[in-house]
């Protein structure tokens, strides 16, 4: 019997006020990754994917999940509910913390969801946000000093209120210590950030992460800014 694929888990936190594409955006990336790479073996070309229906029983390459403070529906920003798959209380050991932005003064103040972002952060191997998400990482400690972007209308606040962050303007998403930690602009640019995760996550395991990725976005119809 063959063992089973490698594959990865990815966390995202999920929060009251949180924009919804934030959200989405990567949980669309990463899902449709995994359809993509099933579908194909990471071998075949994008015109193919269409005859070659996803097997049920393969297991995912991306196994992605969400994670808030309880696990009652969480209101995103303009109203849509989301039902989170687990609450803070589970003990996920994640390979991917992605943290979404929106209007996060609740969550940036919230003791336990800085304390469950540290605690995730600290067990994976890589941590990324999406526009003000970076506030979040930021007052959790896990943005100390690192270069680190955000949406541009947000971009001299987090300069203001974390001076010792190293702030970019202009650039679509930050990767710093060797990729382990990523930060994005607004909405688009984190599934911009989210495609070069793909890429970057998948290359560990051998796979052409470059090719999956260029296939994700083609899947998605999604004109993907390849480079910051």
């Not at 969480?74 to 979404?100: E, K, M």
């Not at 051998?206 to 990725?213: C, F, I, R, V």
Request: overall charge negative.
């Amino acid at each position: 019997m063959n063992a089973a694929p490698a594959h990865f888990t990815v966390a995202l936190l999920a929060f009251d006020g949180m924009e919804a594409l934030d959200f989405a955006g990567p949980f669309e990336v990463f899902t449709t990754a995994s359809r993509v790479h099933a579908r194909t073996g990471n071998t075949e070309a994008p015109s193919d994917i269409a005859d070659n229906p996803i097997s049920e029983s393969a297991k995912a390459l991306f196994d992605v999940k969400s994670y808030a403070n309880t696990c009652r529906a969480v209101q995103a920003r303009a109203g849509l509910r989301v039902l989170p798959d687990a609450d803070f209380t589970s003990p996920p050991v994640a390979d991917l913390l992605l943290v979404p932005g929106g209007v996060v003064d609740r969550a940036r103040h919230c003791a336990t969801t800085l304390a469950w972002v540290r605690r995730l952060h600290g067990n994976s191997r890589w941590t990324a946000s999406v526009c003000t998400g970076a506030f979040i990482l930021a007052a959790a400690g896990v943005l100390t000093d690192q270069p680190a972007t955000t949406h541009w209308e947000d971009l001299a606040d987090l300069q203001q209120q974390f001076p010792a962050l190293d702030v970019r303007s202009g650039v679509r998403w930050v990767a710093t210590g060797g990729e382990r930690l990523v930060t994005s602009a607004g909405i688009s640019a984190g599934i911009d950030m989210s495609l070069h995760l793909v890429a970057t996550m998948a290359g560990t395991l051998g796979y052409d992460g470059m090719a999956l990725a260029e296939r994700t976005a083609r899947q998605m119809d999604h004109a993907w800014t390849r480079h910051p």
